[in-house]
């Protein structure tokens, strides 16, 4: 994905706001080769919780609702506040609902600043996928 400096660091930005808790948001995408962010929309993780996130159904149909009218969703978003930014079992299997989407998980290790990864999941497959920034 192709994402700019400002649209990451509006996204660790709301990751650095309560790192005790997974957080979680969906990002919008122009669709393409990559596909390039468009927006990031914050959403609200139900369990407040530093072991898992869910995002509300109603609040998620809404925040597909909105990455539709400007392109797509293309990405769902969280952070793993005590480990590294690898998908766990949970995410994996939360990911056969989302098929092409990407997920960018921003990992808090103790004493590390926040390193961020994104991953094409399809069933046990976990493929790592570039973030850059796009060119000028």
Same mark, same amino acid.
């Given at each position: 994905m192709n994402i700019s400096r400002e649209l990451l660091d509006e996204l660790l930005?709301?990751?650095r706001e309560d790192p005790e808790n997974e957080c979680c948001g969906v990002v919008a995408v122009e669709p393409g080769q990559p596909p390039l962010a468009l927006r990031v929309f914050r959403a609200k993780n139900v369990y407040a919780s530093p072991l898992k996130f869910e995002i509300e159904p109603e609040e998620l149909r809404k925040l597909w609702s909105a990455? $539709? $009218?400007i392109g797509e969703l293309g990405a769902i978003y969280h952070s793993h506040v005590r480990?590294?930014?690898?998908p766990s079992q949970t995410d994996i299997n939360f990911a056969a609902n989302w098929p092409g989407v990407e997920w960018i998980i921003v990992g808090l290790a103790a004493g590390r600043a926040p390193e961020v990864r994104s991953y094409l999941i399809d069933g046990a497959s976990v493929q790592e996928v570039t973030i850059e920034e796009p060119a000028s």
């Open positions: 930005a709301h990751v990455c $539709e $009218e480990s590294e930014p690898y």
